[in-house]
């Protein structure tokens, strides 16, 4: 069986060799990815349920195009996150596969590739059903989000 931090471990140890402080490699992915969810992903949410059921036309509108510039930038800091986050683990000498953090950023992401799926085929020709499909995605991934943060503190605290 492969690995995966056998694999990593020459890029963990080039970046072992910049000489950045410990406390800077167990906490510098918990504190930047608690400014994208708590930003970018309560940003995310809110306008995309404002464009869903704004009464104004124009509100609508305006929240749906913040939805649509915002949402792929948080998809791409959450990925980037994602490969920081396992590379810190590796830096630090623990265990990848193990914890339930991993495992929840992986549907997490899981989650947000179908989601950019679904938008990108434009609701698959403006579908009611890909649109509402969507939404429930998209909150169910702001749910795995909380969720993720709070087993990361965890693993952060008995690490």
């Known amino acids: 069986m492969v690995n995966l931090a056998e694999i990593l471990e020459p890029i963990a140890a080039w970046f072992r060799g910049f000489g950045t402080p410990d406390i800077i490699v167990h906490w510098g992915h918990p504190a930047m990815m608690g400014i994208v969810i708590v930003?970018?992903?309560?940003?995310?949410?809110?306008?995309?349920?404002?464009?869903?059921?704004?009464?104004?036309?124009?509100?609508a509108v305006k929240n749906r195009g913040e939805h649509r510039k915002l949402a792929p930038l948080m998809f791409l800091f959450m990925a980037l996150g994602y490969i920081g986050g396992v590379l810190s683990l590796v830096m630090q000498r623990k265990?990848?596969?193990?914890?339930?953090?991993?495992?929840?950023?992986?549907?997490?992401?899981?989650?947000?590739?179908?989601?950019?799926?679904?938008?990108?085929?434009?609701?698959?020709?403006?579908?009611?059903?890909?649109?509402?499909?969507?939404?429930?995605?998209?909150?169910?991934?702001?749910?795995?989000?909380?969720?993720?943060?709070?087993?990361?503190?965890?693993?952060?605290?008995?690490?």
């Open 95 to 159: 265990p990848i596969l193990e914890s339930s953090h991993f495992w929840t950023g992986s549907g997490l992401l899981l989650l947000l590739a179908i989601n950019s799926a679904i938008a990108f085929t434009k609701f698959g020709g403006n579908k009611a059903g890909l649109r509402s499909l969507h939404a429930y995605i998209g909150s169910t991934a702001l749910v795995v989000m909380l969720v993720h943060a709070a087993l990361g503190l965890k693993l952060g605290l008995s690490l």
């Open 39 to 59: 930003g970018m992903g309560s940003f995310v949410g809110y306008t995309g349920w404002q464009g869903r059921l704004a009464v104004d036309k124009d509100v």
